[in-house]
């Protein structure tokens, strides 16, 4: 069990997303940052899609009532344990009673081994916020919320011992810097060509990948509005609602793009521009508001050689962890 001290300014509880029910309107949902959470629970021996919890731009602390193993994924993360510095991208223990605090970040996993053990709702234990279901009880976390853990794994239970018996109170491996996205507050983000982009006026087109866009305050985990740019049409257009996904770039008859993010709506009637790639989807995560972005293209081709090394870096990362901490071996030598 977990007890909340200081919710931050939104802490919910997400997984990689509710697949397969999008026909019925239902959003997908899930983490901001599939990368990060993804790595979070590989470090600490869990499923990927394990419930975790999301905390945006920090001031949050959790006290343990129960010994844990956790890892901290994300942009400028900087939290302590009992007051001692935690590096993130790594596993650490926790030991009963003791305060994780989260001092500052992006949007930030914190994944603790047997996940955060909510109720599936629709396959999945994401919390939805727009539709208040899903995670704990289908809100953000508040002060004093009590959250419960599930069974850790049996590599949790090794590393958690190698740690102990190195008396280690953090692993001296963790996620390497092919793992961790290049973070940054002013990226250059690939997008494939929308269906509509054609449609720009040219000086709108020359604008989307030579201008930098700002992330405006109203943005959140449904999307972002970028400001600093208007963008226009040839002529007005009447659309048929039609698909979206994340990273889609939409364009209302403001002139401000909207970038859709996690929880975005199953479909939209506004102009598509392009779409983030896969792999470029972790950086505009973890933007801010007053953060910038530019755009740049790139082929389908692309776009899939990435999606596919990121997978195959994924998977390595999981058999090393599960060979490093298999039974009968030294994790930690």
């Known amino acids: 069990m977990i007890r909340v001290r200081q919710p931050g300014i939104q802490t919910t509880v997400q997984d990689l997303g509710r697949m397969g029910w999008q026909h019925l309107g239902v959003p997908v949902g899930g983490a901001m940052d599939a990368q990060a959470h993804r790595i979070a629970n590989l470090l600490v021996g869990n499923d990927e899609q394990a419930a975790a919890l999301e905390c945006a731009l920090g001031g949050v602390a ?137 449609a720009l006026d040219d000086a709108s087109r020359a604008l989307l990948f030579d201008a930098t866009f700002r992330v405006a305050p109203d943005s959140d985990r449904m999307g972002y509005r970028l400001t600093g ?27 401000s793009p909207i970038v859709l993010m996690a929880d975005r709506q199953t479909t939209g009637g506004y102009p598509r521009l392009g779409d983030v790639i896969t792999a470029d989807l972790p950086l505009m995560a973890q933007l801010r508001p007053g953060d910038s972005v530019r755009f740049v293209r790139t082929s389908l081709d692309e776009a899939q050689a990435l999606y596919r090394r990121l997978e195959h870096d994924l998977a390595r990362a999981a058999r090393a962890v599960r060979h490093r901490f298999a039974a009968g071996t030294d994790g930690e030598n």
């Open 229 to 255: 740019h208007r963008l226009s049409l040839t002529t007005p257009r009447e659309m048929v609602s039609s698909g979206v996904t994340a990273g889609t770039i939409q364009l209302p008859p403001g002139g």
């Open 62 to 198: 959790v006290q343990f009532a129960v010994g844990a193993l956790v890892a901290l994924a994300g942009r400028d993360v900087t939290a302590s344990l009992d007051g001692t510095p935690i590096v993130p991208w790594r596993p650490f223990r926790i030991e009963p009673g003791a305060l994780l605090a989260l001092h500052t970040g992006g949007r930030t996993t914190i994944a603790i081994a047997g996940g955060i053990d909510v109720p599936l709702v629709l396959d999945a234990r994401g919390t939805s916020l727009r539709a208040g279901f899903g995670g704990w009880q289908g809100r953000a976390l508040k002060r004093d919320d009590q959250l419960p853990i599930g069974k850790p794994s049996p590599e949790a239970d090794r590393i958690r011992e190698h740690l102990a018996d190195a008396r280690r109170t953090i692993a001296a491996w963790g996620a390497g810097p092919d793992l961790v996205p290049a973070y940054d507050s002013a990226p250059t983000v690939r997008i494939i060509e929308g269906p509509e982009l054609a």
